[in-house]
């Protein structure tokens, strides 16, 4: 069976720090967020990302920088992803409605139900 890499990080640290270090020359990073990787030997070889929440993706002021860009390079390159949070305060459904909310807004429709999972969801199961 073959073994796919999956990786728990910072939406950042992906793109600016493993293509900076690893790939030396293809990432680097503005205020507004990293670039989207393209010559990245790195970014394809994983096939699937499991994204901490609070502190990766937001802070109580809103989204990290890069978080909005590293999403964006999520799904355009339909990469799997999961939101995680051990969190028991909300669900998924708490996930989806914060990133529909300002300032931690990601886009302005729901990310899917599949593509969050809390403490609270854990509980539930």
């Given amino acids: 069976m073959a073994r796919s890499r999956v ?3 910072s939406a950042y640290v992906v793109v600016a720090c493993i293509c900076a ?5 293809c990432g680097g990073g503005s205020e507004a967020g990293p670039p989207l990787p393209g010559s990245c030997a790195v970014l394809p070889s994983i096939k699937g ?3 901490d929440l609070d502190g990766t993706m937001y802070n109580p002021d809103g989204l990290v920088p890069g978080a909005k860009h ?3 390079w ?3 390159t339909n990469t799997p992803f999961v939101f995680l949070s051990n969190s028991g305060a909300k669900g998924a459904e708490g996930v989806r409605a914060k990133f529909m909310t300002a300032p931690w807004e990601l886009q302005q429709d729901p990310i899917g139900l599949r593509h969050a999972f ?8």
């Fill in 7 to 9: 990786s728990i990080v």
């Fill in 21 to 25: 270090l690893v790939c030396q020359g």
């Fill in 49 to 51: 990302f499991l994204i």
């Fill in 70 to 72: 590293f999403f964006e």
């Fill in 74 to 76: 999520l799904k355009a």
């Fill in 118 to 125: 809390t403490g609270a969801d854990a509980v539930r199961s």
